[in-house]
């Protein structure tokens, strides 16, 4: 696109200035020439002038009083009816400039100098234009190439958000590019990413919600059903023996289903190196610390991987810095370490302020709810997308405020597809 941008430009700049300079350059041409003609006309004028005068007073021509009227280099010729020509000055040579003026009794006064020098005229003139036609073009690829630049670059990070938000970061950004067309993207995907984020919330709760629900109603109808299998009549002990079977095979069932749910949630998850990413996301954060007059320092064991979506790791963590940066105080701090329990990494996040009160720790990853004045919306989406990766986040800490998002560490077992059941129980 960049390329493109700047190419229009400069074809569009090239063909003003081959426009332009071409009539530019023939006029200047023409204009130097016609300048010594008429320079050259007023000295012949200012000669045949004072010849006439002698001619008036009957007197023979005397070319000694003109003499300082003939340009440098030039010649000057006078003829008359049946008289021999009159010169003085040096041969102009093959290719010379001419003026003839008439005088009294049919003479006539010629003058004629070099063209050489005012070929080198013309000559500096037509380097002249072409030099500012240089300049005009190289005037427009300065232009061209800032314009294009500024045109490309939000272009580009529109287009690097709009992969963010289809790997899951739902974070808006409140960049914008003063271009009326690009700042309408942005609204509209700023928009989109707050409507998906809050979709993806829905989901995990609706999930949540159906399985809490499936299993609660499941067990009480296999706690039912072991109470009939006790039953004094045979018949009925057989049938309560058979329901329970298929209650039993639903149950696996459903527990596969979650299973097979929760796998397609992490199908985009992948081997992360905490090392690297994590100096990136707080590099994104430090100038904004920094602007309020705090810092943030980061420290990561060496060697430490998660399995994790890149985007939704990146907001998880943006949510948590966020976070600490509306409501903390102090140095914020993130560290990654290996888990207590094998085969898990934390990443915790905490500041000095002074932290979260007690009224609002049960509540603080409720969607809508807010001790702040915000949406209520970040803490609640960064523990579903921590979710959505097999991973938890959880408050540790009160005060300070101490977030610990908990990821597995890859394994070979990881497998990037879904296993779907694949014998259906009649139910």
Partial sequence: MR?????????????????????????????????????????AQRIAAALDDQL???????????????????????????????????????????????????????????????????????????????????????????????????????????AKLGGGDFRPDGRRYEVAELDMVADALDAS?????????????????????????????????????????????????????????????????????????EVGAEPVELSAMLPEIAEEWRHLLKAEGRTLRLRVADGLRARATPARLREVVGVLLDNALRHGDGAVTVTARRGEADGTVVVEVHDGGSGVPDELVPHIFERGFSGGGSTGVGLSLARALAEADGGRLELS???????????????????????WPAERVPR
């Fill in 397 to 419: 800490v009160k005060r300070p405020a101490t977030f610990s998002l908990f990821l597995r560490v890859p394994s070979p077992a990881d497998v990037a597809g879904v296993s």
């Fill in 3 to 43: 390329r493109r941008i700047l190419l229009a430009i400069l074809l569009a700049v090239a063909v003003t200035g081959a426009a332009l300079g071409s009539p530019l350059g023939v006029t200047g041409w023409l204009l130097v020439e016609n300048l010594a003609r008429e320079d050259l006309a007023s000295s």
């Fill in 56 to 162: 008036a007073d009957n007197r023979p021509l005397d070319l000694q009083p003109v003499h300082a009227a003939v340009p440098r280099s030039g010649r000057l010729t006078v003829s008359m009816p049946g008289s021999q020509q009159l010169s003085y000055g040096r041969n102009p040579g093959s290719d010379p400039l001419v003026e003839t003026v008439p005088i009294a009794k049919g003479g006539t006064v010629e003058l004629a100098v070099p063209a050489g020098p005012l070929r080198t005229r013309q000559t500096q003139v037509a380097m002249a234009v072409i030099l500012l036609v240089v300049l005009s073009v190289g005037t427009g690829t300065v232009v061209a190439t800032v314009t294009a630049r500024r045109l490309a670059q939000p272009l580009r990070h529109v287009a690097d958000r709009a």
């Fill in 193 to 265: 990413a707050t409507a998906l984020a809050q979709l993806v919330q829905r989901e995990r709760q609706l999930v949540g919600d159906v399985s809490h629900q499936l299993r609660s109603r499941l067990t009480a109808l296999q706690l039912r059903l072991e109470s009939l299998t006790q039953h004094p009549d045979e018949e009925v002990r057989e049938d309560a023996q058979a329901a329970q079977e298929q209650a039993d095979r639903l149950a696996a069932t459903l527990d596969e289903l979650l299973a097979a749910a929760r796998a397609a949630s």
